[in-house]
Each structure stands twice: as structure tokens, then as C-alpha cells.
């Protein structure tokens, strides 16, 4: 027989949503999120999957031998689907009056991956690392986690089947076995892949396995500890969550060592709990216990809210506005949970009326974005296309693993015939890199990009930080690869926001001097201004708040979002110096400040183009602007 309801379990929930809800609400003091690890209540929640299911399938094939596939999925489906359904369509009605077009598109593109359970593949191989600020604009990130979940309810019920049918009594160790080969591929991979190590189920999948583990041993005697054990054992878990929740954050490797932490709290509490243990009084409390009874829908609502809150520029750090969001995440997950889970969970509706009823949906639902499309697009002007067009941030596939430093060079038409051009650079190098390499293979040159994020062409202070280290270890590969031929072309930019020491300016000296003198010709990209300001997102409020009336607005120059020119000039002075010490008649430069300034301002637009997607990183067209410069000095060296 299936155990008792335990009332914890739905308290685990309800903290473990909380914690999510938290830490997109980024809760400040001292400018510090204090639910910083808020993000790993979602890993509570795949322990409670994975303990949820395996105890459903032990339960339901091995004691009432009622178990099918069929029975199995189709409770899945009522489970997750209705409620899904149900916020992408009226998150996407949302979408369609506040959404940029590009904007649009892309979150189409979303809402379509997470209605079939992918949305975790789509994320990772369209460069969304999570974590990153930028991502709390995107309404459908968080649907990455159920889709994972729907993933690993695919596969596995058939291998614990199969264990039960040709092997139980080895149940327990093919477990540990899938959980250790789990584990180790997250250790191993973390570091160089972290992306597809966080989104997908090879690396995530013991965190079910734990669950799954607890769950196959639930009669054994191994829970039968004193009470007093249990109650220690318990409030370890509990502490741990917590612990997990105040004090780690999204720069951490994750799934890593430190995931281990919560995943183990929470295995703590499903092992120790009983009636009269103190933290299965605090869990099964009705605050907790009821908000783990709508944490699904609760989840599925509280991004998207707070998403739409961020992109129509409400004050995000008004603590009044963040519980008003909250109170209406759960005012719309109650709302959902009563009148769309739990009805669709209800026998009475037949599931053949609710493939039919979800069929139609999704279909009509597409129909019409299709048609909303180009309705969407005439509501803004022609300066509003590209907004947020992230052309440093997704970068382009081929440029991806470069750009993430899953590798340090990506190497395109290489042909011992052809000359080599390299381009090596930070992010604000990587805007430029895809427009460079388009016209560099029309001419049959080698492209070589050696563009990292966060990574400029000088050897830093090791002792300053890690990173340093890191990115010295780039830079010597860079000039090895360098060196390995003559007569190619180089294309370096440093950034000016970063000081130079003087040994770093004597080390990048020798080392341009030493590139120059075996035959390389080198190209000088002087400092790009930073406009400061995030240029899309400023335009993006003038037009929202300016009755669309844009063009009117940025006729007049003095509404361009720019900095002072003086400014600027006397910001990067440094590198403009440094710079200009070096000569040799294998040295070539250009000036960006040329292209974006005049002498008052430099511009982060004008009234028909916008020249940066942020505050540093260049557009298209400002990629176009720079690479025209460039392509004048490549076209004379090899006239």
C-alpha cells in the first residue's frame, strides 16, 4: 500500500518556492540579494520529484501490481500541462503589448519549447547562462526545470520497470550506480561546460536519484532510527536548506560540490521525519503546507510577473511594489491551482476530451501568434527593430564556445594559403566578430576569433584574483597560436575601463613589438566609448512613456542617450597614450570615438540606428559602423 499523505513534503514545497521567489525578487541589503541561493529550491524540488515518482511506480507495480505507462503519463499530463497551458497564453498576451519585436519573437520561440518540454535545450543552446541579471527580463526562463522533469519522467519509469522485472533485489546499486556516473559527469563538466550542466539531466539527474533512493527503502529498516536522531537529522537538513538559501549564489559552480548541500538537507528531512519531529511541525504548518499545495502554479506564475514588472521599468527596489508582485503570484496561483489543476486532475473530464481540448489550444494558440507577429511589428517604429538584439551576449552558435571558454579559439576557412586574421578581445570584440567574419571569408582570409568574455590581450596581476590567472592562461595560448605563423593580421582592443600597470604596459609592449618583428601587421582598435546607460532599454521607456510617439522625441539631438565627449577623452586617455607610444610602419589604427562622437558627445544612437545594445557592447549597425573602418585598412594591406 501507498504511505500516508505526509503533510512535510508540501512544506518542503512551499519553502522550497519561497526560496525561488525570493531570489527573482533579489531582496537587497547592502546591495546584496540575501537569498542569493534562493535558486536551489528548485533542486529541493527534484529530490521531491524523484522521491514522489519512484515511491508512485514502487507502490503501484510492485503492491497493487496496477502500474502502466499509460496511467502513468497520463496523470503527468493532468498534472502539468493545464496550468502551463494557461500561463503561456496569457503571458503571452502580455507579451504582444510590451515586447519589442525581436523581443517577441524570441519569447514565441520559448513558450513553444516549454509547451513540449525543451525549453532547458533551448536555453542552453541559445546562450542563456542562468543566473545572469539580463535573464530576469526573459518570462519563460524558469520553465527550464520542468522541462528537465518531464525529461527524466520519460526515461525512467521504464529503467526502474525493468530493474523490477529482471532484477530487484539489485534495485538499490543500479540506483547508486546511475547516481554516482550522474554525479561524477556534473564534477567534471562544471567548470568548462557550465551551461549544459545546469540546464540538462545528464548532470542533473542524481539530484531524482536521491529521492528515488529514499523512496525504494521507505519500509526498510534502516528509517528506524530513535527519535532523537531522527530530530537531529532533521534539523541538519533544515539548516543546510537554509544555510543553502542565505549563503551561496549563482557564481558558484552549479550543479557542483556545493549543490550536495541541499540536496542532502532536503534527503535529511524525507529520512527523519515523523509526527513528532520539530521541523515536521514547522513544514507541515498551513502557511507552508498550502503554499506547497499551489507551488506548482505558484512557480509556473511568479517569473513571468516579475519578468513583465522589470521590462515596464516598475522600482525594482521598492520593497512595497516586490510584495505586492508576491501577493499576486499567489493570488493567480490559488486562482490556478482550484479552478485548472485541480479540475483537470478530476477523472470525470475523459483524457481523450483533454488531448482534443489541448490539441486545439496549441494549435489555435500558434495560429494565432503567427498572426500576431506582424500585427506586433507595426506597432513600433523602424528604430525599435533591433532593439535587444544580444549579438555579444547569445553570440552566434559558431562563436558560442568560444565566447563561454569552452574553447579559446574559434577558427574559421583556416587554409595554409590563406592569410590569418585574428581578433582578440573581451565582449566588446565579440559584438564585432560576426560581421568580421562574414566579410573576412568573402575576401578567402582565415579567421581566427579570439574573443573571450572578460578577457583583453594584456597579462594581468595574478595575485589580484583567479580570474586573473584564468585569463593569463588564455592570453599565452592566444600568443602561441600567434605565433605560430607571420605575416597575418591582428585586430586588438583594450578595454579603458581596465588600468594598466606598468609592467603590464611593458609585457604587451614586448609582445606587440615582438609580433610586429616577425611580420605580422597589426590593427589598433582604440577605446570604444561605454555610453553608461543601457541605450535599448532607455529608447525602449522613451517609447513606452512618450505615447509612441519616438521619432518626434529623438528628433532633437539633445535626447540621444550619450556621455560627454571631454569625458570619455579623459576617461581612456591613458590607453589613447599608451597606445600611441607604439609605432612601426606595420601598425595600423582606428579611432571608434571618430564613428560615435562628435566633439561634445559620444552617442549611443541617433534618430534612425541604434549603435549599442547596452551601455559597452555594439548593435549591428554599430558592429557595421567599426568593421567599415576596419575593412578599409584590410583591403590596402592586401591590395
Not at 550536495?260 to 519531529?277: E, Y
Not at 574553447?407 to 565582449?427: T, W
Request: with cysteine.
Amino acid at each position: 500500500m501507498i504511505k500516508k499523505y505526509r503533510e512535510e513534503i508540501d512544506g518542503l514545497r512551499g519553502l522550497a518556492v519561497l526560496g525561488v521567489i525570493f531570489y527573482h525578487a533579489e531582496i537587497l541589503i547592502d546591495n546584496k540579494n540575501i537569498f542569493s541561493g534562493g535558486f536551489l529550491g528548485v533542486d529541493i524540488f527534484l529530490v521531491v520529484s524523484g522521491f514522489l515518482i519512484t515511491r508512485i511506480i514502487n507502490n503501484e507495480y510492485i503492491n497493487e501490481k496496477t502500474f502502466t505507462f499509460q496511467n502513468f503519463y497520463e496523470r503527468r499530463i493532468r498534472r502539468l500541462i493545464p496550468a502551463l497551458l494557461i500561463v503561456i497564453i496569457f503571458s503571452t498576451i502580455f507579451a504582444y503589448f510590451i515586447l519589442l519585436p525581436n523581443q517577441f519573437i524570441y519569447f514565441l520561440k520559448s513558450a513553444f519549447s516549454s509547451i513540449f518540454f525543451f525549453s532547458n535545450l533551448f536555453f542552453h543552446y541559445t546562450g542563456e547562462s542562468y543566473g545572469q541579471s539580463i535573464l530576469t527580463t526573459i518570462p519563460l526562463l524558469h520553465t527550464w526545470s520542468l522541462s528537465l522533469e518531464e525529461q527524466f519522467y520519460i526515461f525512467y519509469p521504464a529503467f526502474l520497470i525493468l530493474i523490477f522485472k529482471y532484477g530487484k533485489n539489485k534495485i538499490n546499486i543500479s540506483l547508486i550506480i546511475l547516481l554516482l556516473i550522474s554525479i561524477i559527469f556534473a564534477l567534471s563538466i562544471n567548470k568548462s561546460h557550465g551551461s549544459f550542466n545546469f540546464y540538462m539531466l545528464p548532470s542533473r539527474g542524481w539530484e531524482f536519484i536521491v529521492g528515488g533512493l529514499l523512496a525504494i527503502n521507505e519500509d526498510k529498516k534502516i528509517y528506524n532510527f530513535n527519535n532523537n536522531v531522527k530530530n537531529f537529522l532533521s534539523f541538519l537538513g533544515f539548516i543546510l536548506i537554509l544555510y543553502s538559501f542565505l549563503f551561496f549564489d549563482n557564481a558558484s559552480e552549479h550543479p557542483g560540490y556545493k549543490t550536495i548541500l541541499p540536496v542532502f538537507g532536503t534527503a535529511l528531512i524525507l529520512f527523519s521525519s515523523h509526527s513528532k519531529n520539530y521541523i515536521n511541525i514547522i513544514l507541515s504548518n498551513k502557511i507552508l503546507k498550502n503554499l506547497g499545495l499551489i507551488s506548482y502554479s505558484l512557480y509556473l506564475w511568479h517569473h513571468p510577473i516579475f519578468s513583465f514588472s522589470k521590462i515596464i521599468g516598475l522600482n525594482e527596489q521598492n520593497i512595497l511594489i516586490k510584495i505586492l508582485l508576491f501577493l499576486v503570484s499567489i493570488f493567480l496561483a490559488y486562482i490556478s491551482f482550484k479552478y485548472v489543476e485541480s479540475v483537470f486532475r478530476k477523472k470525470y473530464l475523459s483524457f481523450n476530451r483533454i488531448l482534443i481540448f489541448f490539441s486545439t489550444s496549441i494549435v489555435s494558440f500558434f495560429l494565432l501568434t503567427y498572426f500576431l507577429i506582424p500585427s506586433q511589428i507595426k506597432n513600433f517604429p523602424n528604430i525599435t527593430k533591433d532593439l535587444y538584439e544580444k549579438t555579444w551576449f547569445t553570440t552566434k552558435q559558431h562563436f558560442k564556445p568560444c565566447f563561454q571558454r569552452k574553447k579559446y579559439f574559434c577558427e574559421f576557412n583556416v587554409n595554409s594559403q590563406n592569410q590569418n586574421v585574428y581578433l582578440v578581445g573581451d565582449s566588446m570584440m565579440a559584438s564585432i566578430q560576426e560581421e568580421l567574419k562574414t566579410n573576412l571569408l568573402k575576401k578567402k582570409l582565415n579567421f581566427i576569433s579570439m574573443t573571450n568574455a572578460g578577457c583583453d590581450f594584456i597579462k594581468r596581476d595574478e595575485t589580484i584574483s583567479k580570474t586573473n590567472i584564468f585569463n593569463n592562461k588564455i592570453n599565452e595560448l592566444r600568443k602561441n597560436k600567434i605565433l605560430e605563423t607571420t605575416k597575418g593580421i591582428i585586430i586588438i582592443h583594450l578595454n579603458y575601463k581596465k588600468k594598466l600597470s606598468d609592467s603590464e604596459k611593458k609585457i604587451f609592449f614586448n609582445e606587440i613589438n615582438n609580433f610586429l618583428e616577425i611580420g605580422h601587421k597589426i590593427i589598433f582598435i582604440y577605446p570604444i566609448p561605454h555610453i553608461e546607460q543601457n541605450v535599448s532599454e532607455k529608447i525602449y521607456k522613451i517609447f513606452k512613456t512618450s505615447n509612441n510617439h519616438l521619432k518626434n522625441y529623438l528628433s532633437d539631438s539633445e535626447n540621444y542617450v550619450s556621455i560627454d565627449y571631454l569625458q570619455f577623452k579623459k576617461d581612456s586617455n591613458h590607453i589613447f597614450k599608451f597606445l600611441s607610444s607604439i609605432s612601426h610602419k606595420n601598425l595600423y589604427s582606428i579611432y571608434p570615438h571618430n564613428i560615435f562622437c562628435n566633439k561634445e558627445k559620444c552617442f549611443g544612437h541617433n534618430k534612425n540606428d541604434i549603435f549599442y545594445v547596452d551601455g559597452s557592447h555594439l548593435s549591428k549597425i554599430g558592429s557595421k559602423l567599426v568593421n567599415k573602418e576596419l575593412l578599409k585598412i584590410i583591403n590596402n594591406i592586401y591590395k
